[in-house]
């Protein structure tokens, strides 16, 4: 059996695996306050969970990069999605501060491998006009499983309980991993792809001596040092923190500020993910048109990461606006602008490194922006319980105009001179 234009179905399938991971991770935010008052918890103390998180998501990121590199795309990616999964369905059993904890720990530890795996099987499926495209769909993954959780998990929870929520959205990772071991082989080993596209393609990613990772030893220090792989840590350390306070937070400033119940949150706070889901789709596509049109790569990469970048102050007067639609319209700006950024800086790694390296430079970059997360999750409580979210609204508006000029200073376009050359 033959699969026309199977890129595209594997690009759908990372698309699915990116809302899995969103939609278990986002679960938490939709039912904090249940939970908190069952647990006893503060806000304070649901930071602590939610750092807990980042604390393994940061360990595991820049771990999981190298994990997929050495298992491959296929496998990496396999273990990941279950072990995540796993680790969702837990939440169900969780009995207090310190058991929840522990779930979110464990889901920290599963849920990173999703991206470099997924930046891996685009670098070995799409040439590299068609890359940012590429990452922008499975980001928009994203956006899906951010906008489904609160109307899915609000619904299980109002009529089966929370923890009914968690068992069910984790067990939805297994039923995405038995059509992934059937689909997924790279190009030149996948018995789907039709042979007059495979001729197209080979030519247009890397070659199969790379895309056979396993064959292949990653100096990871070398990789950690590389002036390409610090700057990208640095631009998720700023900016990274900024989708994870709308995840996690929006739905707490919506109760607490705008005096919004468990079915009003269900009801409205998604509204800012299908503005991300748009952007992440439209971002990658705008990069790869202008390189159509005859713009170098990296400057129609980083042109797309400034247009992200200018939209982001809008969100500062969020906490100002008179009424909770005009809040949710301003945090749109978020994510929106996020997302123009992430589906063009996620795919500078497989512009600045060879395909054997993709993983492991993908995962430290995300290991920046889940210490980053990290951090910020211990700052966010704090301010908000002592403070008001408004501080934390202003640090969102300006993380990503920082952090475009740490890009254009450290990445100049002769960076990207082993970068192949764009046909169309």
């Keep these: 059996m033959r699969i026309p ?96 904890a522990a779930c979110r720990f464990l889901l920290g530890l599963g849920e990173p491998g999703n991206w470099p795996a997924a930046a891996k099987a685009v670098n070995e499926w799409f040439p590299a006009n068609e890359r940012a495209l590429g990452v922008g769909i499975f980001n928009a993954g994203s956006s899906l499983g951010s906008l489904l959780a609160p109307p899915v998990v609000a619904y299980l929870a109002l009529w089966y309980g929370w923890r009914f929520a968690f068992v069910f959205t984790g067990m939805l990772g297994f039923v995405w991993l038995v059509a992934w071991l059937f689909l997924y082989q790279p190009p030149h080993k996948s018995k789907l792809l039709r042979p007059s596209e495979y001729a197209w393609l080979k030519d247009k990613v890397s070659p199969p001596a790379e895309t056979h990772t396993v064959k292949h030893h990653v100096d990871w220090v070398k990789v950690i040092t590389n002036r390409d792989c610090y700057t ?46 748009i952007g992440y789709v439209l971002g990658g596509w705008i990069s790869g048109r202008l390189m159509r049109a005859g713009w170098p790569l990296p400057k129609a990469r980083k042109r797309v990461m400034l247009i992200g970048a200018a939209l982001m102050p809008v969100a500062i007067f969020a906490p100002y606006v008179p009424t909770a639609a005009m809040a949710i319209g301003a945090t749109c700006f978020l994510t929106f602008g996020h997302a123009f950024w992430t589906s063009n800086l996620q795919t500078l790694p497989t512009d600045l490194f060879p395909g054997h390296e993709v993983g492991t430079a993908t995962g430290f970059s995300g290991m920046g922006g889940a210490i980053g997360g990290m951090i910020s999750q211990l700052g966010t409580g704090y301010i908000v319980a002592h403070f008001s979210y408004s501080p934390i609204f202003l640090l969102a508006g300006l993380m990503h105009p920082l952090s475009i000029a740490i890009v254009y200073a450290m990445l100049p376009d002769s960076r990207f001179q082993r970068t192949p050359a764009v046909t169309a």
């Excluded at 594997?10 to 306050?33: E, H, P, Q």
């Excluded at 647990?39 to 997929?68: K, N, P, R």
């Design 232 to 277: 990208l840590i640095l631009a998720r350390f700023f900016t990274d923190p900024v989708i994870y306070f709308v995840i996690f937070w929006l739905p707490e400033y919506l109760g607490k500020e705008r005096g919004f119940n468990l079915a009003q949150v269900g009801r409205y706070s998604w509204v800012p993910f299908l503005f991300g889901g």
């Design 5 to 100: 234009q199977l890129r595209w179905v594997i690009a759908a399938m990372l698309f699915l695996a990116t809302a899995l991971n969103y939609l278990d991770r986002g679960s938490i935010s939709i039912v904090s306050k249940t939970i908190r008052g069952e647990f006893h918890m503060t806000e304070q103390d649901y930071s602590y969970v939610l750092t807990v998180f980042m604390f393994a998501y940061a360990i595991m990121y820049a771990g999981s990069g190298y994990v997929v590199d050495r298992l491959g795309t296929r496998h990496g990616f396999a273990l990941f999605i279950a072990f995540w999964s796993i680790a969702a369905m837990l939440h169900g059993w969780a009995q207090g501060l310190w058991s929840l």
